[in-house]
């Protein structure tokens, strides 16, 4: 089958990037929310970053023009009909996921290849959810979309390998490179740092090192291009707080517990950038 129209479902901060770069790759692109007002935001976001990459000289401002005109909206899944290839990239909730994807399913034609950009949600659970479940694979895109060149694909365990062939070859004509991951929680990348980054908490709970000193440990012994604390900050501590407690229930593993000091901290609403105060002060 070949792919011409890319469905996308949310246009939050991943939504809106996956679209631009399917609109940069040359697909029709239709763009899916509850509210016109969530459109108009995602449209916007997107329409910034394009010029700003025409700005910077890395996307010429007759691709930018033809990319933008290849994205329409609609808040109607009766639009779906149309795609070969659907995107969820809605809100982090099992039964929010669940229900998009029922009602995706219930949409398109039956060889349409559905996709979720979940971090942390079972793949294989959710293709449980629709008919057809072997059209169903994890593309896990990195933030900012159009920037980070990673998507890590995951396979639940219905996915066939013709849709698995397929993601691979979506993926590439976005410009991206794709790993391979099983079906865990966090996947290959937020499995090995957002630990890195639990132990950088513990190591500042014992007080062994300060703050800035764990991070230029970090940035000057391990070439990190940022340290695990401001990279905790920038993320948001209440995500990091959310993503080891779902490691510590998914794997049933102690060695997943939560920095005392990351929940104390959480608790406090000292949340990183976002709240002004984390590990460091901004
Ligand atoms: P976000 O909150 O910025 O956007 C979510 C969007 O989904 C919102 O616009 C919301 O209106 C929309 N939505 C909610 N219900 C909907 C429905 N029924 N139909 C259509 N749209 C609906 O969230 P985000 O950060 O873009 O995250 C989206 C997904 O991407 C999540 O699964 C998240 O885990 C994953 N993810 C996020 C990041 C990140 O850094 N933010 C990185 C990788 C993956």
Redesign the pocket.
């Known amino acids: 089958m070949s792919i011409e129209q890319i469905a996308v479902?949310?246009?939050?901060?991943?939504?809106n990037g996956i679209a631009q770069v399917c609109a940069v790759a040359g697909y029709q692109v239709l763009l899916?929310?509850?509210?016109e007002a969530?459109l108009a935001r995602?449209v916007a976001t997107l329409s910034k970053n394009l010029e700003r990459q025409v700005n910077k000289g890395t996307l010429d401002a007759a691709r930018a023009s033809a990319a933008q005109a290849r994205i329409h909206t609609s808040t109607d899944y009766a639009r779906l009909s149309t795609a070969q290839l659907v995107i969820e990239?809605?809100?982090?909730n099992l039964q929010?996921k669940q229900?998009?994807l029922q009602q995706v399913a219930a949409n398109v034609a039956p060889d349409c290849l559905i996709a979720t950009?979940?971090?942390?949600l079972s793949v294989t659970e959710l293709a449980a959810s629709i008919e057809y479940p072997e059209r169903f694979i994890g593309v896990?895109?990195?933030?900012p979309v159009p920037m980070m060149a990673l998507v890590e694909i995951s396979r639940g365990l219905q996915t066939s390998d013709g849709t698995y062939a397929q993601a691979l070859l979506v993926t590439e004509k976005l410009g991206k490179t794709p790993i391979t991951a099983g079906n865990r929680p966090g996947f290959v990348v937020n499995r090995i740092l957002v630990p890195m980054i639990n132990e950088a908490i513990f190591v500042r709970q014992e007080g062994l090192a300060s703050a800035e000193d764990i991070d230029t440990g970090m940035r000057l012994g391990c070439n990190q291009p940022i340290g695990p604390l401001a990279l905790a900050d920038l993320i948001g501590l209440d995500t990091l707080l959310a993503i080891m407690e779902a490691f510590h229930e998914g794997f049933n593993d102690s060695k997943y517990r939560p920095a005392p000091l990351l929940k104390e901290m959480v608790a406090a609403g000292w949340l990183g950038r976002k709240s002004g105060r984390g590990f460091f002060t901004y």
Do not use: P, W
């Open positions: 479902i949310g246009a939050g901060t991943m939504g899916v929310d509850v509210a969530a995602g990239a809605a809100t982090e929010l229900r998009i950009n979940t971090s942390s896990h895109f990195f933030n």
